[in-house]
């Protein structure tokens, strides 16, 4: 017993001493595809139009969204407040970046009770979302396609299918930044 007791001294020492040896790590750096993100920081008033479909009755929406970065870099914070056809929108999202998958992420959440999880991509000057979800037999495929126009002008297009079906438009949408 007390030859194993120093044993287990003998490691613990070794442990904490090679622990002192190495040099601290620094905090992790956000890598570039990040910084692509950063076209979307400021407040941007969003017009659009929505069609009458799963999602609710057709109608206009006017949403303010404002954006910025959370602490580290990493991520970017969308805060929606605005009108539907259903009534008040609010939101919380979370743009990021999935360095494994390599495809850019975003998470929300609304005051409906909504939870969206999606992955993008982009080329030159067009995102492209997509996600999925199945309710009963039901698989509803959303993809939304923000086309970036200027530095403070984007166009927004949501389309939906269920069931691997054709798609239909479900909302358009254009955004302008009111202030950075």
Same mark, same amino acid.
């Given at each position: *017993?007390?030859?194993?007791?120093?044993?287990?001294?003998?490691?613990?020492?070794?442990?904490?001493?090679?622990?002192?040896?190495?040099?601290?790590?620094?905090?992790?750096?956000?890598?570039?595809? @990040?910084? +692509?993100?950063?076209?979307?920081?400021?407040?941007?008033?969003?017009?659009?139009?929505?069609?009458?479909?799963?999602?609710?009755?057709?109608?206009?929406?006017?949403?303010?969204?404002?954006?910025? !970065?959370?602490?580290?870099?990493?991520?970017? @914070?969308?805060?929606?407040?605005?009108?539907?056809?259903?009534?008040?929108?609010?939101?919380?999202?979370?743009?990021?970046?999935?360095?494994?998958?390599?495809?850019?992420?975003?998470?929300?959440?609304?005051?409906?009770? *909504?939870?969206?999880?999606?992955?993008?991509? $982009?080329?030159?000057?067009?995102?492209? !979302?997509?996600?999925?979800?199945? $309710?009963?037999?039901?698989?509803?495929?959303? +993809?939304?396609?923000?086309?970036?126009?200027?530095?403070? @002008?984007?166009?927004?297009?949501?389309? *939906?299918?269920?069931?691997?079906?054709? !798609?239909?438009?479900?909302?358009?949408?254009?955004?302008?930044?009111?202030?950075?």
């Amino acid at each position: *017993m007390k030859r194993l007791l120093s044993l287990i001294a003998a490691c613990t020492i070794a442990l904490a001493a090679s622990g002192q040896a190495q040099a601290p790590q620094a905090p992790p750096k956000p890598g570039p595809e @990040l910084k +692509r993100l950063a076209y979307f920081v400021g407040t941007w008033k969003t017009e659009g139009e929505d069609k009458p479909g799963p999602m609710g009755p057709g109608g206009k929406s006017t949403v303010t969204d404002k954006c910025e !970065w959370m602490s580290g870099g990493f991520f970017l @914070l969308m805060h929606s407040d605005g009108t539907g056809p259903m009534g008040p929108i609010h939101s919380l999202g979370v743009l990021g970046y999935d360095t494994n998958s390599k495809v850019y992420t975003y998470h929300a959440f609304d005051n409906m009770g *909504m939870a969206i999880s999606s992955t993008g991509t $982009v080329t030159g000057d067009t995102w492209n !979302w997509k996600s999925e979800e199945k $309710v009963g037999t039901t698989t509803t495929s959303v +993809r939304v396609t923000v086309k970036e126009v200027s530095p403070t @002008l984007y166009t927004f297009k949501l389309e *939906m299918s269920q069931n691997g079906g054709a !798609w239909t438009t479900m909302s358009e949408a254009k955004s302008t930044k009111i202030s950075s």
